[in-house]
């Protein structure tokens, strides 16, 4: 069994991710930015005691050089989830989102670097560090984008998200192309939606369906188009990615593409008609309109709204043997466990 490190842990992916690592019986050393918040450390604790692995907190911050030092020391893998996942109105994009995204990656990677023990690095990045708009997609060959395709439209002020994630995978592999001691390998998924097994997590992933849910959007939805894929995909994926050595690069990580309706539809099927789901997509024009208040530019309207995407996932598939989950069961599992929950209903 291995010393294996988590960053992220604590958060909507990471959390499975350290679940699969505890079923197979791993000791797992999760970092967290303050221990004895409870809420966050509590549903893991529970996830543990099911299993025969070993979980162990350690503080450690993104902003902080060496912070992952003495978490990292013994590890022979590192997976690198932790980075803030936000959209909508970000006031400041530097300190929000790439601060913590870009520093956090170099700060960890330079412990990697430091710490004999570490061979293999697993580092989560996302489509978005694939293309930034929809409209990229004009550029692409066959319409479609693979793992050979960047981002590089995005900037600090345009798709901050976006543009804090690509330059945190870039960095990563300048880090790792310096050295030849540790392997890295990049999981680049899309929009990840799922059954959660935490409350104390901010993701967009989760206000994403809960504002669904609640009637927040009940008046309609942009007609805007994702790359979507089940939490439990990624989380396995990154499993099977660290362990085998052969798979190398990045991998592209969706299963279905679809507008907000399409998939907005697929949670109301599920939960038959209990709640005010959006029926309709919003004009152009209301956009243009209103769009300000949720964050949304004139510039993202006109590159997203109305633009489908497509996304190539056969790599994942073939180098890591990924099946996919069908989104349509993601919804029904997410809506329901939200309802069971009592987080909506
Ligand atoms: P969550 O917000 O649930 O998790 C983010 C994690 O990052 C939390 O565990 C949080 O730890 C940690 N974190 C944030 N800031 C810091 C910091 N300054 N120092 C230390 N830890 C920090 O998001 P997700 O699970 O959705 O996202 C996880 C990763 O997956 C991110 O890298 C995200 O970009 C990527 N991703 C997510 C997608 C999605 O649809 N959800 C799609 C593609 C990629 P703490 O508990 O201390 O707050």
Redesign the pocket.
């Known amino acids: 069994m291995k010393k294996i490190m988590v ?8 959390a499975w991710v350290v679940k699969y690592l505890l079923d197979e019986g791993h000791t797992v050393r999760v ?4 221990k004895s ?1 409870t809420e ?1 450390t509590a549903p893991l604790e529970a996830v543990a005691a099911d299993t025969k692995g070993t979980l162990e907190f350690w503080e ?4 902080k050089p060496g912070s992952f030092m003495e978490a990292m020391d013994g590890c022979e893998v590192v997976y690198h ?5 936000l959209f909508g109105n970000i006031k400041d994009p530097y300190a929000q989102l790439i601060n ?2 870009l520093e ?1 990656t170099k700060n960890v990677l330079d412990a990697v670097n430091k710490t004999d023990s570490v061979k293999r690095v697993a580092l ?5 560090s694939v293309y930034g708009d929809n409209i990229d997609i004009r550029q692409t060959e066959n319409n479609t984008f693979t793992e050979d395709h960047w981002n590089t439209t995005s900037t600090a002020k345009h798709n901050p ?1 976006n543009y804090s ?1 690509v330059l945190a995978e870039k960095e990563a592999w300048k880090i790792h192309d310096a050295q030849d001691r540790w392997s890295l390998v990049v999981l ?6 799922g059954p959660s097994l ?1 409350n ?7 206000t994403f369906i809960q504002d669904l849910l609640s009637g927040k959007q009940k008046m309609g939805v942009p007609e805007l188009y994702f790359s979507f894929v089940d939490v439990r995909n ?1 989380a396995r994926a990154h499993i099977l990615a660290a362990d085998n050595p052969k798979a190398e690069g990045r991998h592209i990580l969706v299963s279905d593409c679809m507008s907000m309706l399409e998939f907005s539809n697929l949670v109301g099927e599920a939960v038959n008609g209990k709640f005010q789901l959006p029926k309709n997509e919003l004009p152009k024009f209301m956009l243009y309109l209103v769009g300000w208040t949720q964050g949304i530019s004139w510039k993202y309207i006109n590159n997203n709204v109305g633009i489908p995407v497509n996304l190539d996932n056969t790599k994942s598939k073939q180098a890591l043997g990924l099946e996919y989950i069908p989104i349509k069961d993601t919804a029904r599992e997410h809506a329901n466990q939200l309802i069971e929950g009592g987080i909506v209903g």
């Open positions: 960053t992220g842990g604590t958060g909507y992916i990471g970092t967290v930015r303050d918040k966050k450690a911050d993104l902003l989830l932790a980075s803030p996942f913590p995204a956090g989560t990045s996302s489509v978005v998200y994630k680049n998924p899309g929009f990840v939606m935490t104390a997590s901010g993701s967009a992933s989760l990624v």
